[in-house]
């Protein structure tokens, strides 16, 4: 009987191992390997952000789909979305959307 029970928390005990071990992958993925230049490869992003929800939002599309979510909240709920631009962080934002518009600047003259 003992025999059994030890035969079962070490089947059980297994099974956790593996599916720990699953999770592990699915949740921490392995980096991409940068190209020799010390960057990301063309048309992949670097380190930062890892997570797909980040990247999408970051990217162009999401940009624009941000904005158009915060043009609808300002044109819906005027009060709301003030309130909530008092929260964010001004200077960060700005020096974000300056970046932007000089990466846009050289790439438009270049």
């Given amino acids: 009987m003992a025999d059994r029970d030890e035969a079962a928390r070490a089947a059980i005990l297994a099974r956790l191992a593996a599916s720990r071990e699953e999770l592990r992958s699915i949740l921490d993925p392995p980096r991409k390997e940068a190209n020799g230049e010390g960057g990301a490869a063309p048309g992949e992003h670097g380190d930062f952000p890892r997570s797909r929800t980040m990247q999408l939002l970051l990217s162009g599309r999401g940009l624009g789909t941000l904005g158009a979510a915060a043009a609808g909240l ?7 979305a003030l ?9 960060a934002i700005g020096k974000m959307i300056l970046a932007r518009a000089m990466t846009a600047l050289r790439s438009k003259h270049g």
Avoid: F, G, K
């Fill in 74 to 80: 300002l044109v819906a709920r005027p009060t709301l």
């Fill in 83 to 91: 309130r909530l631009l008092r929260i964010l962080p001004a200077s």
